[in-house]
Each structure stands twice: as structure tokens, then as C-alpha cells.
């Protein structure tokens, strides 16, 4: 039986239904946000808080103050229609 650990580095609680996971990385090469990370925390977390609906993921890279956000509006349940993927784009925080 496969198993997985993930520490989180900071999550916030916008409402009951709605939280945001920033994961800091000090790595010397911005990578794709678009990764097995991006899209097991959410689920990971939305198995331990039920009432979420919406979770979303962000890569900030300490070191150049970037942030990759996957190019999705946010994770959702796995079994609904609105479980999205697709590639990340680093940007810039405004």
C-alpha cells in the first residue's frame, strides 16, 4: 500500500468552503507549478476539511519573489466536473 507525506507551509482559510496553500521554495530554478505537489496538498486537504470546496495552490519562490500559480481556478473535488489541469505560469506578485 502506497503512502504520502506532505508538510504544508502555510494555509489560509478564506471561508469554510474556500482555502489557499502557499508552498515556499528556495530553489535556484523557478520550476513549473504544475506538479504532483500542486495537486495532492489540495486534495489533502480537502480530505481532512470536508466542507471545502475550492482549494487553491501557489509556489512562491522566496528567493526571486515569484509566484507559479497551476493555470486553474482553483483545485475542486476530484469527482466533480470542475477538476481541471493544466501547465503553470510564473508570475509576478502585484
Known amino acids: 500500500m502506497a503512502s504520502y507525506e506532505g508538510t504544508l507551509d ?5 471561508s469554510f468552503t474556500e482555502a489557499e496553500i502557499a508552498d515556499w521554495k528556495s530553489y535556484y530554478q523557478v520550476i513549473d507549478a504544475d506538479t504532483f505537489q500542486s495537486k495532492f496538498y489540495p486534495l489533502f486537504w480537502m480530505c481532512l ?13 522566496v528567493r526571486y519573489g515569484f509566484l507559479a500559480v497551476p493555470n486553474t481556478p482553483g ?5 466533480s466536473r470542475n477538476w481541471h489541469r493544466g501547465k503553470g505560469t510564473p508570475k509576478k506578485p502585484s
Open 75 to 79: 483545485r475542486t473535488c476530484p469527482g
Open 49 to 61: 476539511n470536508p466542507s471545502l470546496e475550492r482549494v487553491k495552490f501557489v509556489l512562491e519562490f
Open 10 to 14: 502555510l494555509v489560509m482559510l478564506h
